[in-house]
């Protein structure tokens, strides 16, 4: 992008960094994008998580070096697709399993059958 950019990592379960990857826009701009604060405890509303400061001297700024806000929003994720009732069927087979003993684990002495 431009000259200086802003970059996230983060750390992996075994310690080390992940490879760090550039912003983009709106973060990143054709000039020097620098200065990356993150305040987590500065939650304004429900759907704010957090918010922070960088700065930047992207054309469209005031001056040379300006100083930029940006809030990080908590998007839910989208609600399971509907399941697909089927129709109800009658059973295809019966199965009659009248007086069968498939294994006999306990007979109780009083009881002869």
Request: avoid cysteine; proline fraction near 12%; aromatic fraction near 12%.
């Amino acid at each position: 992008m431009g000259g200086l950019d802003i970059f996230k990592t983060y750390r992996l379960k075994n310690g080390d960094w992940a490879p760090p990857f550039n912003l983009k826009p709106p973060i990143n701009s054709m000039g020097d994008d620098f200065g990356f604060l993150v305040d987590y405890q500065s939650k304004r509303d429900s759907g704010v998580t957090s918010m922070g400061y960088f700065t930047s001297s992207r054309s469209e700024g005031q001056g040379n070096d300006d100083i930029y806000t940006f809030e990080r929003r908590y998007v839910p994720p989208p609600p399971p697709p509907p399941v697909a009732e089927r129709p109800k069927e009658e059973p295809k087979a019966k199965l009659i399993l009248d007086g069968f003993v498939l294994e006999k684990i306990f007979q109780d002495a009083n009881n002869q059958q």
